[in-house]
């Protein structure tokens, strides 16, 4: 069961915004729910009314297609915030000249989804991951082969050389 909710045009900006929604991406709701709670931040309060609308889409999703919804089993699968529109205006300054203020806003966007079941989860940890025949890399080997090593290692050669050619710091008599 997936659900999405979007807040557009919230009075605050992105960047300031971002840092509270990194702290609840791909947690489960519950988690999500604490965090934002206890959150000292004023972007905090506006995520939280977005996540609880998502939550509540989920729920009546799950209640129009006449499925059983856990709450508790949703996870946040993808939050987002992106610029708004930008209010521009002007204070006065010094000598009769005017600065510009950028009054920044953001969009929020959440989608909360329910997470797998545990026992398929756990089955597929447990099954080896299929390698081709014959292919096992070897240990300490780079990814490109050996004509990526050979241009590190010109390239290597070349910074060491222009490394020598610095002329040495000259000591004063005193």
Excluded: C
Aim: aromatic share 2%; proline share 6%.
């Amino acid at each position: 069961m997936e659900a999405r909710a979007i807040q557009r045009s919230v009075r605050q900006s992105v960047r300031k915004m971002r840092l509270v929604i990194d702290l609840i991406r791909g947690r489960p709701v519950p988690e999500a729910y604490a965090i934002l709670q206890f959150s000292k931040k004023r972007a905090a309060r506006q995520i939280r009314k977005v996540l609880q609308s998502a939550v509540a889409n989920a729920k009546h999703r799950a209640v129009r297609q006449e499925a059983s919804l856990d709450e508790d089993r949703l996870r946040v699968q993808y939050a987002v915030v992106n610029e708004g529109p930008t209010l521009k205006r002007f204070t006065a300054a010094a000598m009769g000249r005017a600065t510009p203020i950028m009054k920044r806003s953001s969009h929020v966007e959440i989608r909360v989804a329910t997470e797998p079941e545990a026992p398929q989860r756990a089955a597929r940890a447990a099954a080896p991951a299929p390698t081709a025949a014959g292919s096992k890399p070897k240990p300490g080997a780079k990814a490109g082969g050996a004509r990526s090593t050979a241009k590190q290692s010109a390239k290597a050669k070349q910074s060491t050389k222009a490394g020598k050619r610095q002329t040495p710091a000259r000591r004063r008599s005193t």
